[in-house]
């Protein structure tokens, strides 16, 4: 078992080495309070999938507004200043957040319309910024 847990750690020590993402330094609270909007996130982004593909097309587009379009940003704003994330990123790392927002209430208003093939046919959009931030930056 020791040596599992060994191998386990040196393995991951050579993944962080070669990781090549931006190394984003914020305060533990801001780091918190990301990771945790972050796993929120990924449970908003499951349920619009999981209403689209039950054909809930109108409420997909409730659920991508509310969680993650512009309607959802500011939820750091009454913390203190060292648990709201957004003033400690790089402004790029700051502008995809704000585009994926974008993308996530462009996507909401072509599904509230119930149209399926524009809402899926801006889905991408909505997720590209994920992927963009999540490939490009890490915080440790």
């Known amino acids: 078992m020791k040596a599992l847990v ?15 993402r931006q190394l984003v330094k914020l305060p533990p609270p801001a780091q918190d309070a ?11 982004l499951n349920e ?17 507004e509310t969680k993650l379009g512009l309607s959802a940003m500011g939820r750091h704003r009454d913390k203190p200043f060292d ?18 927002h974008k993308a996530a209430s462009e996507f909401a208003a072509a599904a509230k ?16 910024g994920c992927v963009a931030c999540h490939f490009s930056y890490r915080t440790r």
């Open 6 to 20: 060994f191998a386990l750690f040196l393995a991951s020590t050579a993944a962080v080495a070669d990781d090549a």
């Open 83 to 100: 648990a709201r994330p957004g003033p400690h990123m790089p402004p790029a790392m700051h502008g995809i957040g704000m585009d994926g």
């Open 48 to 64: 619009v999938l999981s209403l689209l593909a039950a054909g809930k097309v109108r409420e997909a587009g409730e659920a991508a």
């Open 113 to 128: 319309t119930g149209d399926r093939d524009k809402a899926l046919a801006l889905l991408p959009n909505l997720t590209s």
């Open 34 to 44: 990301l990771r945790e909007e972050m796993q929120g996130n990924l449970v908003a």
